[in-house]
Structures are given as structure tokens and as C-alpha cells.
């Protein structure tokens, strides 16, 4: 069993013998292949991450998206959540957003290797700014489904995936975070009151009027343990003005509450646990001083 590969680079800058060992793409040292479920995942392995450990989080949220859905991608790298979103879920159009060259070269291959490239639409830089500059959002339509997979936080793309969310039905959250394990209801009842902060600006800054706004957290996943005590978490939660078929078993519950802005979780046992006014950020939330507080990635 091998458990570490190198190759030395031949470090004479005048020397033209080791250039194929740092180009990228098909053909190039380090261009491997993995099929997952059917899916084919083609990529450089001395250039881009790649985790086994979240093929049943690919899965899970290929099954989620439903066949008409339109979806955000936000942070796509090499296709990890848009193939699936194609693939397994038939969306019918997805916006894979990607900054990293390498992975971008990586996606296109894989998009048009698993035969889906007629239903995707590449976005190449900062995916808060690049779709903000697509039809989809001049026309008013907005999407059903946003993926929003970037670890350790992806808290900077809240607001972003907020406002591009279906104008009238509302949409999809799916965020991924590395979580404290002591703190992972704490963190979903944060980010469901963060996200209605985040709604209700958005739609002042649009000049809507909003008289009620519902930020419910369906479902909190477990992906894996990503470090010891922390774990790759993944919260599934709507942000719109009108509860989806997947709330009907706790829509009376949810409607009983005597505000305008319903916010909280749905818990393990199926009931409704509304947000409490004022609730203390967990330690992985970028805000300034937290553990995990980088200026790029707000």
C-alpha cells in the first residue's frame, strides 16, 4: 500500500526536462480519474483536493434537487456537487462557479466526460461577483437550489446566495461548515437568524415590501469529522415567503407562531424549534477575532 508519492523537479530553471511534471490537465503526471456511483471525476491530484469521505453527501444532494430545479453552484471546484445535481438529481440547468484555474480546467473536462455539458452554464472568478451579471438574474427568475460548499466556512457567500434566490417562491440553502461538535445546534440556529437578517436587507435594498419571511433548517447532515471535536457539517435550509412540500407534516406547528419572521429548526424528534431573539455566534463564524476570521473569506 502506498502511502507517499514524490517526484523530484529538476530545479536548473534553464532545463526544459521535468516541464511536463508541472503542466495540468489531461496527459499531465499527476491526471487521474475516479468513478463514484457512475460519475466520472477527472482531475490533477498534485493541483486539487479531493475527499472520499463526502461521496454520501454527493449523493444526498443529488437526490435533494428536484428535475426542474434551477441551481447555484457556488464553489464547484471539479464538479463535486454539480455532476450530481445533473447527474442524479436531472436538474435542468446548473451554474457552476469556480475561481481555481486547475479546477476549472478539470470541471469543463468533467461536465462534457459525463455527457451534461448542454445543461451547464462554467462562471470563472469570484462567484459572488459573476453571477450577479447573468440573464437569469435580469429576467427576474432566480434559482431553487443554492450549493454553497466551501470549507472551513462559507459564511462570505451567504448574502450573495440569498439574493439570487427564486423572487417568488424562495429557494435552497445547502451550507457546508466545519463545526464544533458541542456547538452544531448552536451554529444552525445562528446561521437560520443571520440568513433572515441577510433576507430582509435584500429585500429593502430592492424595494420590496416583505410582511412576513419564513428561514427554516429542514435538515442538519453529518458528512464526516473533519478534525478531532469538529465536524463537516451540511444544514438544508429554506429562505422564502412560502413553506415547501417537504414542511407539510409541521406547517400547522410553524404557523402558530405569532410572528412575521419564523425562524429556527426542525428537530430530531420532527417539531418545530423557533430561533431564540438573541443567540451567541458560535466559534466558526468569521467574525472578526473568531477562529477562523480571514478578510477574503468575507
Not at 500500500?1 to 530553471?13: F, Q
Not at 532545463?15 to 511536463?20: G, L, P, Q, T
Not at 476549472?104 to 462554467?122: E, F
Not at 428537530?267 to 438573541?278: A, K, L, S, V, Y
Amino acid at each position: 500500500r502506498v502511502h507517499r508519492v514524490a517526484k523530484k523537479i529538476n530545479d536548473n530553471e534553464n532545463s526544459n526536462e521535468d516541464d511536463d511534471a508541472l503542466k495540468s490537465g489531461p496527459g499531465s503526471i499527476g491526471w487521474i480519474t475516479i468513478t463514484e456511483q457512475g460519475i466520472k471525476q477527472s482531475f490533477d491530484l498534485t493541483k486539487v483536493m479531493f475527499s472520499r469521505g463526502n461521496i454520501s453527501e454527493k449523493i444526498r444532494f443529488g437526490k435533494l434537487v428536484k428535475k426542474n430545479d434551477l441551481v447555484l453552484d457556488m464553489y464547484a471546484g471539479i464538479g463535486y456537487y454539480t455532476l450530481p445535481a445533473l447527474i442524479y438529481g436531472k436538474a435542468k440547468h446548473v451554474y457552476a462557479c469556480e475561481w481555481n484555474p486547475d479546477a476549472i480546467l478539470a470541471l469543463k473536462y468533467n461536465i462534457i466526460q459525463n455527457g451534461v455539458d448542454d445543461r451547464v452554464t462554467v462562471l470563472e472568478g469570484d462567484s459572488r461577483a459573476t453571477i450577479m451579471n447573468e440573464d437569469i438574474l435580469r429576467d427576474g427568475v432566480g434559482f431553487d437550489r443554492v450549493s454553497l460548499g466551501l470549507l472551513p466556512s462559507s459564511e462570505g457567500g451567504w448574502r450573495t446566495a440569498v439574493s439570487v434566490l427564486n423572487k417568488k417562491r424562495g429557494g435552497w440553502l445547502h451550507i457546508h461548515g466545519n463545526v464544533p461538535v458541542t456547538e452544531k445546534q448552536q451554529w444552525c440556529l445562528w446561521a437560520c437568524q443571520q440568513l433572515s437578517k441577510i433576507y430582509l436587507d435584500v429585500q429593502k435594498c430592492d424595494d420590496q415590501c416583505v410582511d412576513h419571511v419564513l428561514v427554516i433548517c429542514y435538515h442538519l447532515e453529518r458528512v464526516k469529522s473533519f478534525a478531532p471535536k469538529v465536524d463537516h457539517l451540511v444544514a438544508d435550509i429554506f429562505v422564502g415567503k412560502d413553506l415547501p412540500s417537504e414542511f407539510d407534516s409541521v406547517k400547522s406547528e410553524i404557523n402558530a407562531s405569532n410572528t412575521n419572521c419564523k425562524v429556527g429548526i426542525i428537530c430530531q424528534n420532527g417539531t418545530f424549534c423557533p430561533c431564540p431573539e438573541e443567540i451567541e455566534a458560535p466559534s466558526c463564524a468569521l467574525n472578526a477575532g473568531g477562529v477562523l476570521s480571514q478578510e477574503w473569506m468575507m
